[in-house]
């Protein structure tokens, strides 16, 4: 039996100074969670407020998108960092968008590591403890969203922090589950009907196929979809209808 709902988050709020980066208020319309940039990948506190803002109108859940140190990489390049580091960086970001929403009377809802974060994170249990830490001691409530059978599950788990299984509509998957790397050819996938088709089968059934034709069980409580890519709106726009058509509820984790 599928699931009847799901959340849909996208990575948003990555413009900072003169550079603008994706639609925010486009894609809104169809998520029902956003990931903020917190400036240390992207974005900046006017950027960050601006969306929030956004967000606030919108209807859409907050979540502090928390990275590396790594403007000039976006954030995707791997760094040697300490859990400590990896602690403090997570609770710096993640205070100053609470601070933000706070100032719009909204609650700041999830944390989800970013890039090279992200995928460090769930492989290594020293970084995935540092970042649950991070939330745990952030505020009540703040659920961490992390790939879905990863490091970052066990860590939240043990923290006491409520965890959300997250899969990707527009990333494909290696058989062990983990995201392939951007490095190969076809791990971004730009074809809005056939991440909307990945959706479906996400939702429903809990499973995505992987790059060697292995359906890997994911159980996820979001999807995401990434804010950054020239056809966001349009893909998120399909993966939205496509939801609808099978039966499936878009609601905020």
């Known amino acids: ?13 990555e413009s ?10 486009s894609v809104l319309a169809f998520v029902s969670s956003a990931n ?26 907050i979540g502090a998108h928390v990275s590396y140190p790594d403007l000039i990489g976006f954030g995707r390049r791997n760094m040697a ?40 994170a769930a492989k290594d249990e020293k970084l995935a403890e540092a970042a649950a830490r991070a939330v745990k001691d952030a505020g009540d409530g703040i659920i961490l969203v ?15 922090v409520k965890f959300a299984s997250e899969a990707f ?14 490095s190969r050819s076809g791990a971004v996938i730009h074809d809005a009907e056939i991440a909307a088709r990945r959706a479906v089968q996400i939702a429903t059934t809990g ?29 998120a726009a399909a993966v939205k209808r496509a939801l609808d058509l099978a039966g499936v509820e878009v609601r905020p984790l």
């Not at 039996?1 to 709020?13: A, H, K």
């Open 146 to 160: 992390g790939l879905a059978g990863s490091k970052l599950a066990a860590a939240a788990r043990d923290a006491g």
């Open 16 to 25: 900072f100074g003169v550079w603008r980066m994706g639609d925010d208020a």
């Open 207 to 235: 499973t995505i196929t992987a790059d060697d034709g292995t359906d890997i069980r994911l159980e996820p409580d979001t999807i995401c979809l990434h804010g950054d890519t020239e056809e966001a709106v349009r893909m």
């Open 169 to 182: 509509a527009d990333r494909a998957y290696l058989k062990d589950g983990s995201l392939m790397p951007r």
């Open 81 to 120: 960092c300490t859990p400590d580091e990896v602690y403090d960086y997570c609770l710096y970001q993640i205070g100053a968008l609470s601070a933000f929403c706070r100032a719009q009377g909204v609650g700041l809802r999830h944390v989800k590591p970013h890039g090279a974060l992200y995928n460090q």
């Open 36 to 61: 903020v940039a917190c400036g240390y990948h992207a974005g900046d506190p006017s950027t960050m407020r601006h969306t929030v803002e956004l967000c606030a109108r919108a209807g859409v859940s």
């Open 1 to 13: 039996m599928g699931l009847m709902s799901i959340d849909m988050n996208s990575d948003l709020g």
